[in-house]
């Protein structure tokens, strides 16, 4: 954030003295007069204009070599990743925290257009579509940063007069969660159902999905504001019975080019073979080096079933065990690119959000509101369950019951979440707002755990450029 505010006010410093010197020289004899000068806050005047903002923003957060297209390094230390130990270093995740606060900059300059009416004369629905896709963005930015960072600087559309002069302090977790939930609302009311042919772009059950996410998030730790179960359930229940989405029926089908946009993946980072830069570069472990290895206990102790080997990459195409070659498995679910697979790489889309976790996220929230597990919660985690064992009994990993305890049905849907939901940038936050990082890790790697690594360090950049900024307990 810091780094843009220095980077902007040179450019501005260095075209006010080419202006000055030009308009004030004699010898020219400039008789033409500049008519405007260009900023942030004039530039956005058409709607297409504002929604150059967006693949903008994507392409910063999912970019070839940086941001979430290298969540290894960023979620390394959860449990099902190789290499991860607690010790968390000074500046991790410090390129993630500075692209969200990009992001937000270029979302609350369009939102700042919109209101300050310089899209007045556009029709209205077009001007909403805009503002529901800059406050769905603004709203997952600050997600990420409040789950990562904790209190963070709280920069809104009202700040862009002193956007590069502003040195907030960081706001209390509460007020973040107010704002997020505020943009989500209103990208409800304002996306449209489905984009038709621009598949691709978030829609309202996303965005209601997300904000599910939300409400469950604050139910659990650090708010631990247990009242948002009922929310968190109640939202993920509106998108189930909306009936836009579904399970894809065959689990070697999830991850397949032909369903990148539906019927189960909502929202995702986009990987394009015809884009470079947007290529998500997950190597095949088995045949190569892997930037997605996975621990081998981790492995091990997941349940044998059909969705095991769809989603790790446990054999070569020879079917020799990955123990047998000496390598590490690997992450298979994102691999069924096979016009690059002999490339070894992947240019799958990564999904945000998908129906599967909406399911798990209602069964979650349902059970934990209801004070045990319903029989709809108890339907929603079997769905998931049934595809993974491929609709067969499985005695190794069984369907759930209504004969659970609140707390061993929690537990069993959170080890679904583990299991459906790997390497999809899930685990890490659950572990977190659940509070069983320590539990989940290896007895080796639990002397690193103390409790500060449930937050990320603020980048020390940062601190630096704004004196109001205090570092996490612990860094």
């Not at 530039?43 to 967006?54: L, M, W």
């Not at 690059?340 to 129906?355: E, H, K």
């Not at 069964?363 to 509101?369: D, K, P, Q, T, W």
Request: glycine letters at 6%.
């Amino acid at each position: 954030m810091k780094k843009n505010k220095i980077r902007y006010q040179s450019t501005v410093s260095i075209l006010l003295v080419i202006f000055s010197v030009l308009t004030g020289c004699d010898v020219l004899d400039l008789d033409e007069q500049p008519k405007s000068f260009i900023s942030p806050d004039n530039f956005f005047n058409t709607p297409e204009q504002v929604e150059a903002i967006f693949p903008a923003c994507m392409k910063r957060t999912f970019f070839k070599w940086n941001g979430y297209a290298m969540t290894p390094e960023l979620f390394i230390h959860d449990d099902q990743l190789n290499g991860g130990n607690l010790i968390i270093p000074q500046n991790h995740g410090a390129n993630i925290y500075s692209l969200h606060y990009a992001n937000i900059k270029d979302l609350n300059f369009g939102i700042a257009s919109v209101v300050n009416g310089n899209l007045e004369g556009f029709p209205a629905a077009d001007v909403d579509l805009l503002m529901g896709q800059l406050k769905f963005l603004r709203g997952w930015n600050y997600f990420q940063l409040v789950r990562m960072w904790g209190p963070v600087p709280l920069l809104t559309e009202e700040h862009t007069d002193q956007y590069f002069t502003y040195l907030p302090e960081r706001a209390p977790i509460v007020d973040v969660y107010d704002l997020i939930v505020r943009d989500f609302k209103e990208a409800i009311e304002k996306l449209p159902v489905n984009w038709g042919a621009k598949a691709g772009r978030p829609a309202k059950d996303a965005a209601k999905s997300l904000l599910a996410k939300v409400y469950l998030t604050m139910a659990t730790a650090p708010l631990n504001d247990t009242g948002y179960y009922e929310k968190a359930a109640a939202m993920a229940k509106e998108v189930k019975d909306a009936g836009n989405y579904r399970l894809v029926y065959n689990i070697e089908d999830v991850f397949s080019l032909e369903t990148e946009y539906g019927p189960e993946i909502m929202w995702s980072f986009e990987g394009n073979s015809a884009l470079p830069s947007a290529d998500p570069r997950i190597w095949s472990g088995i045949y190569g080096w892997s930037n997605f290895a996975c621990q081998r206990e981790w492995v091990d102790l997941y349940p044998e079933q059909a969705r095991k080997h769809i989603y790790i990459e446990t054999r070569n195409r020879e079917g020799v065990l990955f123990t047998d070659l000496g390598k590490n498995a690997g992450l298979k679910k994102f691999l069924y690119d096979t016009e690059n697979f002999d490339q070894y790489i992947s240019t799958a889309n990564i999904p945000i959000i998908r129906y599967a976790d909406v399911l798990l996220m209602f069964a979650e929230a349902e059970n934990m509101s209801k004070g045990g597990p319903t029989q709809e919660a108890v339907d929603a985690v079997n769905e998931v369950i049934n595809r993974a064992n491929d609709y067969a009994d499985n005695p190794d990993y069984p369907l759930l019951t209504m004969n659970m305890s609140k707390e061993e049905f929690d537990e069993a849907v959170i080890e679904e979440r583990n299991l459906e939901l790997c390497f999809e940038n899930d685990r890490w936050f659950d572990l977190v707002r659940k509070r069983i990082l320590k539990e989940k890790s290896l007895d080796y790697i639990q002397q690193n755990f103390d409790e500060h690594v449930y937050l990320f360090p603020i980048p020390e950049s940062e601190i630096r450029l704004n004196e109001n900024l205090e570092q996490n307990p612990g860094y």
